[in-house]
């Protein structure tokens, strides 16, 4: 799953430092990392792990539906990562992110960063361990 697959790590970065929403799609996982950076003086940035959307009119609907005290944002981000999780820390992207909210003063969006990243790490290797048993998958050859 980490092959020679071909990303703009620069082009993301950029993304990183400047969308107000990160929507990092996870296609083994069926999963989405979502961050929402903007924040106001009650209300935090976030960051949590969700259901993968299918465009992105729906992921803006779930995310007005999570954060209602915000407009439509200018600015969202889609990063497909079809590679392994901890991919995601050696490149250094999601030290990156984890900059992003400590320069910010957002020490509890650091924490629910890790949370989300630890969450994610389980939930590969639980999909990892099934693949391997052959549990919800099918083979495609037979003997």
């Known amino acids: 799953m980490d092959g020679d697959l071909r ?9 990183l430092d400047s969308a107000e929403v990160i929507s990092i799609y996870l296609p083994f996982l069926r999963r989405t990392i979502l961050i929402d950076a903007r924040f106001t003086d009650n209300v935090p ?10 465009s992105v009119e729906e992921r803006t609907r779930v995310l007005r539906r999570l954060r209602p005290e915000f407009p439509k944002p ?8 079809p590679r392994y999780v901890e991919s995601l820390i050696y490149l250094g992207l999601w030290p990156k992110i ?9 020490k509890e969006t650091v924490r629910a960063c ?12 639980d999909e990892l361990a099934a693949v ?3 549990e919800n ?3 495609m050859w037979s003997r």
């Open 98 to 106: 984890l900059q992003r909210f400590a320069e910010s003063g957002h």
């Open 132 to 134: 391997i048993k052959g």
């Open 7 to 15: 990303i703009n790590l620069e082009d993301m970065a950029r993304h």
């Open 114 to 125: 890790s949370r989300v990243i630890e969450r994610v790490q389980r939930l590969e290797a």
């Open 137 to 139: 998958y099918h083979t």
């Open 45 to 54: 940035p976030m960051v949590r792990l969700v259901a993968m959307a299918v």
């Open 74 to 81: 200018k600015t969202i981000a889609v990063l497909p990562w």
